[in-house]
């Protein structure tokens, strides 16, 4: 299983960003896929979960209305709109994957990408 995640970088209070994930090594259309964050020193957080065919989510109250998750199941990729981005989005983004495997459910993530919201 490998996600690869891009998209992150510097932006200003009010600024865009897209991130991506990339996803391998499983039938990505199966499942459900997540996107965290975290900030040193505190606890990931959950910012948003897509169900496997894109039909339902589920935001963090703190990105509602401006962050919009989405996937492309041909392209075995999820994506993370994040429009009018303040300075306490800045945070370690990660795309994640829980898988059922032999020994239970598994938690898969990326390497994860920088977004900083700075003037």
């Known amino acids: 299983v490998q996600l690869v995640e891009s998209g992150g970088g510097l932006v200003q209070p009010g600024g865009s960003l897209r991130l991506s994930c990339a996803a391998s090594?499983?039938?990505?259309?199966?499942?459900?896929m997540s996107w965290y964050r975290q900030v040193p020193g505190k606890e990931r957080e959950l910012v948003v979960v897509i169900t496997s065919a894109g039909g339902s989510t589920n935001y963090a109250d703190s990105v509602k209305g401006r962050f919009t998750i989405s996937r492309d199941n041909a392209k075995n990729t999820v994506y993370l709109q994040m429009n009018s981005l303040k300075p306490e989005d800045t945070a370690k983004y990660y795309c994640n994957v829980r898988l059922d495997t032999i020994l239970g459910m598994y938690d898969y993530w990326g390497q994860g990408t920088q977004v900083t919201v700075s003037s």
């Open positions: 090594g499983f039938t990505f259309s199966n499942y459900d």
